[in-house]
């Protein structure tokens, strides 16, 4: 199915990695983007790898070559809203993906994840690749 896509971390490193099951999902899609927040953890994790180099430029070949989607004021309340709903809940989730998850409600965009966190963020439609 083709739509507009939010990629999660867990997505982007198999892509990088070149799984084809995400290339083709990704070669299908209208759109595809990512939070910025995403961008921090996969530079992240070039820096924290054995062959660091090799990985930053390929994270920055990525980052240069699809959109990319900043936190603004609007993210900021979207973020307070699941935050307090997750307490509500009992569901935390890590930080950064309820950032990422406020990206993809302010945006509309479903989220394509390999995690089952985002699951519990009330309207929030969630695709695992």
Request: hydrophobic content about 45%; charged content about 25%.
């Amino acid at each position: 199915m083709a739509g507009s896509y939010l990629l999660d971390t867990n997505v982007v490193v198999p892509f990088l990695n070149g799984e084809s099951a995400v290339e083709e999902r990704m070669r299908r899609a209208e759109e595809v983007a990512v939070a910025s927040i995403v961008l921090g953890e996969l530079f992240y994790g070039a820096r924290n790898s054995i062959r660091a180099e090799a990985n930053l430029i390929r994270v920055e070949a990525f980052a240069a070559a699809i959109t990319v989607i900043n936190c603004d004021a609007e993210t900021g309340r979207t973020y307070g809203v699941i935050r307090h709903q997750l307490q509500r809940k009992g569901r935390p989730i890590p930080e950064n993906d309820i950032w990422i998850a406020a990206i993809a409600r302010q945006w509309n965009l479903m989220l394509i994840t390999r995690d089952s966190d985002c699951t519990y963020v009330d309207s929030l439609v969630v695709e695992r690749w």
